[in-house]
């Protein structure tokens, strides 16, 4: 467990985003991609971003992440600025990237090949918990070429997850697999993510599928297109858990496809 | 100066009429094979086996025999300028039109359906159905292998030209080649300056003034689901052909599983290529007959006893033998260099902008023209080892290094943040992402330079540019150094032994360790499987 857990008030910021814009340079022309876009995910909450294909919004979680720098503004994750790849965030992806020539075991311990303050052992320990904690037990030595999609993805989640951070960013982790499996591990997740077994304090998940949006999200921040802004923040306040088939459910949906066109 | 000029812009001009012919050549080859492989099941499963084995084969070594085939003994028909120069542009072509017979093929082959019912429905004729479909539907595979082949042709061409002046001392008054064994850099260096300025030159310009204007201009007969953006990117493009020519190589290397598209086709193949090495067998034995007929006429007392066999092909082998260390020990240093160069090129995209096309001018220059001046290298200029060595790397170093580079370019963009997401150190990273993730393009690079590199002994183990006089250099034992004596002194059947030694020995190469290699390495290593 991280040593911040616990000191922060449920409801108070984990990630700022201030004022970030990012331009892209073609040919010295600059290319507008984010236009000041702000927004802040608190503790235990999971905020959705999304907008039209292309806007921009796998870019802005890469800012987040400290992957790419913004033009200007800035992101701050728990009263620092974010300059670089940090301990304290960690990321899924939505073509999983395992390494295909690593175990299930070993891909995780990717994860934490950075970490000098741990021995081998006890990385191997922490590994292991947190394919236990993915439902991966007993496939730690499979190859990434012998999983279904979904056991990759939930490879990836331990791979996150075992690096204990307080930040974890979706990059649209379930709109590479099938419907059905989606739909499980979509409820897998958040269980695992907004629970105190884990470090993470706030999600960030960036998704085109607005049903995801509603059916995960404590908060949706929805993006234009480019270049990129905030045309609307909402507080999905339905009660978990949520069912899909109720009205209020697709009064929802339909609140965000509004904004989205 | 002017006059020279003017010497070496005939010498350019030869070269590029025997090259122009030699293309023309083989896009009509690989129009007729090309369709017809992939229109008849019974022919592609005996045609891509056979397409496959003589893309495979060092091309090189046979040119003695093409010479014997076609200029032939003196009272012979085509003993004259004509016959010469047809057997320099045969050489040519058989580098040439394999890969762009693979390309007719595989264009044909993925013409949809549909296309073909049209032309039942309109019940076009043969004649109709190549002109308005199957002509056009590879029309831009043409143009796109055509700017490699382009570039495999002229170290083919330069070499052929060399021997031909050289130890076969047949008459070939002008080309590059020529060129090359006439002006001497110790004696002239400004003249064999000016003629290498003008061949980089000329190479370049025509780069972009035909082979870019041919594929764009082909661009418009692409069929809507190929990428388009391809053709300016010279390293794409040698990746593509590359590893086309191992799609080829997948049929062999192939256990059942792998490129989807081909899966059906890859049992066919299987069954062909039984009949495939029969049939390179026979045309195998043919060309000894000849050879030995031609021996006849000319020497009756010449036909060889057993004893003087089994010497000449022991000493075959040990040829062989020395030449495979040769072979590989480069091509572990353009490994060793080429691995680590491709992976820091493609991870910086401003550098790799700018050093791609400086790249592919150097790759495009014929390894064989710049003999002469590393000849002159102090110190290493005369180790004839090292020369060899420098040779066979300039020839082969960029199948490497451009595989590389493209293979680490397409790897999807989260795999390269990964390292930076979980913060890893550099040599972690380069352990568990990059050099691993480039290991199938690598392995594919490998093949297509080790093939290479058999064909680059030909000119870089034994140099005579004066058949009176001494070589320029010389290794002690080698198979390139093997034939080119043998030709030099129309020692028939030393030639025969060492390249059919060195024919077997590379055929047997590929199907057993680099089919398992290659096997491995597609099941551990391949990205997003």
Same mark, same amino acid.
């Given at each position: 467990m991280s040593q911040v857990s616990g000191k922060l008030a449920a409801g108070s910021p984990v990630v700022t985003v201030d004022h970030v814009s990012l331009d892209y340079y073609k040919e010295k022309e600059p290319l507008p991609v984010l236009s000041d876009v702000s927004m802040t995910a608190c503790k235990d909450e999971l905020v959705a971003v999304t907008g039209p294909s292309g806007c921009g919004k796998s870019t802005l979680l890469r800012i987040i992440g400290g992957l790419i720098k913004p033009t200007s503004g800035e992101v701050k994750v728990l009263d620092s600025a974010v300059t670089a790849p940090r301990d304290d965030i960690s990321m899924v992806f939505q073509n999983f990237v395992l390494l295909p020539w690593r175990s299930a075991l070993e891909n995780v311990l990717f994860g934490l090949d950075s970490r000098k303050d741990l021995s081998d052992a006890q990385k191997k320990a922490k590994a292991e918990s947190a394919l236990e904690i993915a439902g991966l037990s007993g496939f730690e030595s499979v190859y990434p070429g012998e999983l279904s999609g979904g056991m990759k993805q939930r490879v990836g989640v331990a791979r996150a997850l075992a690096t204990d951070p307080e930040v974890m960013l979706l990059d649209e982790p379930f709109s590479s697999l099938d419907d059905l499996t989606a739909e499980r591990l979509r409820k897998e997740t958040y269980t695992l993510l907004i629970s105190p077994q884990t470090s993470v304090q706030t999600v960030i998940l960036v998704s085109h599928n607005v049903e995801e949006i509603i059916e995960l999200a404590d908060k949706a921040i929805v993006l234009s297109a480019r270049p990129a802004h905030v045309v609307g923040e909402l507080r999905i306040d339905l009660p978990r858990p949520r069912n899909k088939k109720s009205d209020e459910f697709f009064q929802w949906v339909d609140k965000v496809y509004s904004l989205l066109s | 100066m002017a006059l020279q000029f003017g010497l070496i812009a005939l010498d350019i001009a030869a070269s590029w009429v025997r090259m122009i012919l030699a293309l023309g050549l083989s896009i009509v080859f690989a129009l007729a094979v090309g369709i017809w492989a992939a229109r008849n099941k019974r022919a592609e499963s005996v045609l891509l086996p056979l397409l496959d084995i003589f893309q495979s084969i060092p091309i090189l070594g046979f040119f003695p025999f093409v010479i014997f085939a076609i200029y032939g003994p003196p009272n012979s028909l085509l003993h004259n300028f004509i016959g010469a120069n047809l057997a320099v542009i045969v050489l040519i072509f058989t580098s040439m039109s394999w890969n762009i017979a693979f390309g007719v093929y595989e264009s044909v082959k993925a013409i949809p359906q549909d296309y073909a019912d049209l032309m039942g429905v309109s019940h076009a004729s043969g004649w109709q159905r190549l002109r308005t479909l199957y002509i056009p539907a590879s029309m831009s595979r043409i143009a796109y292998n055509t700017q490699i082949s382009w570039a495999v042709g002229l170290f083919f061409l330069v070499a052929s030209e060399i021997i031909s002046s050289g130890s076969a001392n047949i008459p070939i008054p002008y080309g590059i080649g020529v060129a090359v064994t006439q002006y001497t850099p110790s004696t002239d260096p400004g003249d064999y300056a000016l003629l290498i300025a003008s061949i980089i030159v000329t190479v370049v310009v025509w780069r972009f003034l035909f082979l870019r204007e041919f594929a764009l201009w082909s661009e418009k007969y692409k069929m809507m689901e190929e990428p388009r953006e391809v053709h300016r990117d010279p390293v794409m493009r040698f990746y593509s052909w590359v590893n086309q020519r191992s799609v080829s190589k997948l049929f062999l290397l192939a256990h059942g599983r792998g490129v989807t598209r081909f899966t059906s086709s890859i049992a066919r193949f299987r069954k062909g290529l039984r009949y495939a090495v029969l049939i390179f067998l026979a045309f195998f034995l043919i060309l000894i007959a000849a050879t030995l007929a031609y021996s006849g006429t000319l020497r009756i007392s010449s036909i060889p006893s057993a004893a003087t066999l089994g010497a000449g092909e022991v000493s075959a082998i040990i040829a062989l033998a020395v030449s495979f260390v040769r072979v590989w020990y480069v091509v572990a240093i353009c490994i060793a260099i080429g691995l680590p160069m491709g992976i820091v090129i493609s991870l910086n995209f401003r550098l790799y902008d700018t050093a791609s096309p400086i790249l592919e001018v150097i790759s495009s220059i014929p390894a064989p023209i710049l003999l002469p001046a590393i000849v002159l290298i102090p110190v290493i200029g005369r180790n004839p080892e090292v020369v060899a060595g420098i040779v066979i790397f300039l020839s082969v170093f960029w199948y490497i290094v451009f595989n590389v580079m493209a293979g680490v370019r397409t790897l999807p963009a %989260? +795999?390269?943040?990964?390292?930076?997401?979980?913060? @890893?150190?550099?040599?972690? &990273? =380069?352990?568990?992402?990059?050099?691993?993730?480039?290991?199938?393009?690598? @392995?594919?690079? #490998?093949?297509?330079? @080790?093939?290479?590199? =058999?064909?680059? $002994?030909? *000119? &870089?183990?034994?140099?005579?540019? %004066?058949?009176?006089?001494?070589?320029?250099?010389?290794?002690?034992?080698? *198979?390139?150094? +093997?034939?080119?004596? &043998?030709?030099? #002194?129309?020692?028939?059947?030393?030639?025969? $032994?060492? @390249?059919?030694? +060195?024919?077997? $020995? *590379?055929?047997?190469?590929?199907?057993?360790? =680099?089919?398992?290699?290659?096997?491995?390495?597609?099941?551990?290593? #391949?990205y997003n499987r």
């Open positions: - | %989260d +795999m390269k943040d990964l390292p930076h997401v979980y913060k @890893v150190g550099r040599a972690s &990273a =380069w352990r568990n992402v990059y050099i691993p993730s480039s290991f199938t393009a690598l @392995v594919t690079g #490998a093949i297509t330079a @080790v093939g290479g590199a =058999w064909n680059a $002994l030909i *000119i &870089a183990e034994y140099f005579q540019p %004066d058949p009176k006089a001494a070589p320029v250099t010389q290794v002690s034992v080698g *198979i390139g150094k +093997m034939i080119t004596q &043998a030709t030099n #002194a129309g020692n028939n059947l030393t030639i025969f $032994l060492a @390249v059919s030694s +060195m024919t077997v $020995l *590379i055929v047997t190469f590929n199907l057993t360790v =680099w089919r398992r290699l290659y096997h491995r390495v597609t099941q551990r290593y #391949a």
